[in-house]
Antibody, heavy 122, light 110 residues
Framework: EVQVLESGGGLVQPGGSLRLSCAAS????????MSWVRQGPGKGLEWVSG????????FFADSVKGRFTVSRDNSKNIVWLQMNSLRAEDTAVYYC???????????????WGQGTLVTVSS | QTVVTQEPSLSVSPGGTVTLTCGLT?????????PSWYQQTPGQAPRTLIY???TPSSGVPDRFSGSILGNKAALTITGAQADDESDYYC??????????FGGGTKLTVL
């Protein structure tokens, strides 16, 4: 059974840092890209970041570029989202998704985690 | 900056048909934008409905279908049911591994 489980959320002050984890199981981890998507309170979904199966390629939304990094450890089946210089507008539930539906050029989520809440506030 | 547009809200009667659309503030949506659609109920994680314009995700009822209509991507629900009442989001691939979500459509079934 495929499982995707986020952790690491919490309350952090503006300007602070937080690292989210996404632990996955039930599939050959290093063959799938993963993505992070967030949802602010009462707001819509926003794509944040993606990482290829090897970890070599990473992608970021303009809103987080230069502040967030993404990485993975394929020996531990974990993806991390390192969030620095956090702002109030980064307050959101952060979802991790396995990109299991693929064409020759791109992939889409087939499994989503339940999310972890990040609150940026003083 | 190009923005992905969706109707903020729509309603449909039980058993009826409704079409949600996904456009761009500048330009047209085509299959090469690889549109996908997601359903989300309050407090729950998103669920993938349709990817690559029209391919249904595993387990998605066949009353959900995707297409390109004119210059927009479209999600059509044929024979709407009460539990289709949800928020629906489209996503377009903007190249270089970048996705952009639309603002979402709140669908009411009444």
């Amino acid at each position: 059974e495929v499982q995707v489980l986020e952790s690491g959320g919490g309350l952090v002050q503006p300007g602070g840092s937080l690292r989210l984890s996404c632990a996955a199981s039930g599939f050959i981890f290093n063959t799938y890209a993963m993505s992070w998507v967030r949802q602010g309170p009462g707001k819509g979904l926003e794509w944040v970041s993606g990482i290829s199966g090897s970890g070599r390629d990473t992608f970021f939304a303009d809103s987080v570029k230069g502040r967030f990094t993404v990485s993975r450890d394929n020996s531990k089946n974990i993806v991390w989202l390192q969030m620095n210089s956090l702002r109030a507008e980064d307050t959101a539930v952060y979802y991790c998704a396995k990109l299991g539906y693929c064409s020759s050029l791109t992939c889409w989520p087939d499994y989503w985690g339940q999310g972890t809440l990040v609150t940026v506030s003083s | 900056q190009t923005v992905v547009t969706q109707e903020p809200s729509l309603s449909v009667s039980p058993g009826g048909t409704v079409t949600l659309t996904c456009g761009l503030t500048s330009g047209s949506v085509s299959a090469s934008d690889y549109p996908s659609w997601y359903q989300q109920t309050p407090g729950q994680a998103p669920r993938t409905l349709i990817y690559s314009t029209k391919t249904p995700s595993s387990g998605v009822p066949d009353r959900f279908s995707g297409s390109i209509l004119g210059n927009k991507a479209a999600l059509t629900i044929t024979g709407a049911q009460a539990d289709d009442e949800s928020d629906y989001y489209c996503v377009l691939h903007m190249g270089s591994g970048i996705w952009v979500f639309g603002g979402g459509t709140k669908l009411t079934v009444l």
